[in-house]
């Protein structure tokens, strides 16, 4: 009898609704990014043609993966905790953010405030609880090693909730202000964002031996990632009566915090140690 070899995770996004990859929501921000093109530039019958399609993708996704936390729940929770998968889950929150950018222009603002909103709860949950995760588990390796191209989707995400946002701000003249400080904080995030994890990405090709399989088709995000930076800052800058550079300001201590490692003298990690005594990157 043939031997099956089940696919490596990390390798591969694998078949089946088991090893579903948690990226496959970027279909949706492609198809949506490009009907937003076409509907500002006059070509209103393909724009929801292809709206339609990111529509269509955007719920059979969402079945699909709620599916999969039923039945594989096992699996599904594993690759919170994934280094190489996880940050997929952030494609939720840039598709969700797409389409109601898209849809706000055709004035259905009842469901753009619903996926800003959904997109605005997902991207903390995936920041506070799935990031944290994955720092925070022990590692069979160095954290150079395990750093993918993956990791800019946080950024991506990042981005498109400012737009949303300073979106917003132009429809509720009421929560103006808040929405305002809040799409300038997420662009300044953002920002910090990507230079860090640009950082760590340099110096994972720099320092650690690099094979040509290693060089898979998530790098390119690097690239994704100078168009929603520009589009955010220009939006802001027409649309927002705060300067960004101010309140960039005012933001850049807390993320500086946020993202800082541990001191050595605080407490160690409660979780088990990985082989050979080391505990997690984290601590």
Do not use: N
Not at 228 to 238: H, I
């Amino acid at each position: 009898m043939r031997k099956v070899t089940e696919p490596s995770r990390t390798q591969s996004p694998g078949t089946g609704l088991q090893h579903l990859y948690p990226g496959y929501f970027a279909l949706v921000m492609a198809t949506g990014i490009v009907s937003t093109a076409f509907e500002v530039t006059g070509f209103a019958p393909l724009s929801w043609a292809l709206l339609a399609v990111a529509l269509l993708g955007y719920a059979a996704l969402v079945v699909l993966y709620v599916s999969r936390l039923v039945h594989y729940r096992a699996e599904f929770l594993a690759d919170t905790a994934d280094a190489g998968r996880a940050f997929g889950f952030f494609t939720f929150v840039a598709a969700s953010d797409v389409l109601a950018l898209r849809l706000a222009l055709g004035g259905q603002i009842p469901l753009f405030t619903a996926l800003a909103t959904l997109a605005a709860l997902a991207w903390v949950a995936c920041s506070y609880v799935l990031v944290p995760r994955v720092v925070m588990r022990p590692v069979k390796g160095t954290v150079r090693q395990e750093v993918t191209g993956a990791w800019l989707i946080w950024v991506v995400a990042t981005q498109s909730l400012a737009l949303a946002a300073a979106r917003g701000s132009e429809l509720w003249p009421g929560g103006r202000g808040f929405l305002e400080l809040s799409a300038v904080s997420l662009w300044s995030a953002g920002s910090c964002l990507y230079l860090l994890l640009m950082a760590i990405l340099l110096a994972r090709l720099l320092l650690v031996p690099t094979e040509r399989q290693d060089l898979s088709p998530t790098y390119p995000s690097a690239r994704t990632c100078h168009p929603p930076t520009g589009s955010t800052w220009g939006q802001l800058r027409s649309r927002s009566s705060q300067e960004p550079p101010s309140l960039l300001c005012r933001t850049l201590p807390a993320w500086s915090t946020w993202l800082v490692r541990r001191s050595p003298g605080s407490r160690s990690c409660s979780g088990p140690s990985a082989p050979g005594g080391s505990h997690c990157w984290w601590c």
